[in-house]
């Protein structure tokens, strides 16, 4: 009896595809981004396969939801840090109530650091 191929390749979608057992299943090979998926990210994620799991999938079968997920994060984190800045500049905490008094300084810091993490968990479920 005659082996086989264990590759194929199909000229109408352009696809190789590998034998597996009594199967033929494509041979994909994605192209992902290997840039790291911060917390933003990772929560996001969870939302997504929680919430919108079609999409997630989308994402997740296209090899573009490490990017869309690490990009996410980016876009985030720069988002809190302009944001945290703006609210300490409109509070007045600043280097001179740093040094003049730090145990406020940082109580006053946290507090808006706090606010504007829930006001990018906001934006990121309601995106």
Do not use: C
């Not at 929680?50 to 997920?69: D, I, W």
């Not at 703006?86 to 940082?106: C, D, F, I, P, Y």
């Amino acid at each position: 009896m005659e082996k086989p191929n264990t590759r194929l390749h199909d000229e109408n979608n352009g696809l190789d595809y590998v034998l597996v057992g009594d199967y033929y299943f494509p041979a994909l090979i994605l192209a992902e981004d290997s840039r790291p998926v911060g917390r933003w990210g990772r929560m996001y994620k969870r939302y997504l396969k929680e919430h919108h799991p079609t999409r997630y999938q989308a994402l997740l079968l296209s090899g573009r939801l490490n990017t869309y997920l690490a990009d996410t994060d980016a876009q985030a984190e720069e988002q809190l840090e302009l944001l945290t800045q703006q609210m300490a500049e409109r509070e007045g905490v600043n280097e001179e109530l740093k040094a003049t008094n730090q145990m406020e300084w940082a109580q006053r810091m946290n507090s808006i650091q706090n606010r504007a993490e829930e006001v990018i968990k906001a934006e990121l479920i309601f995106a």
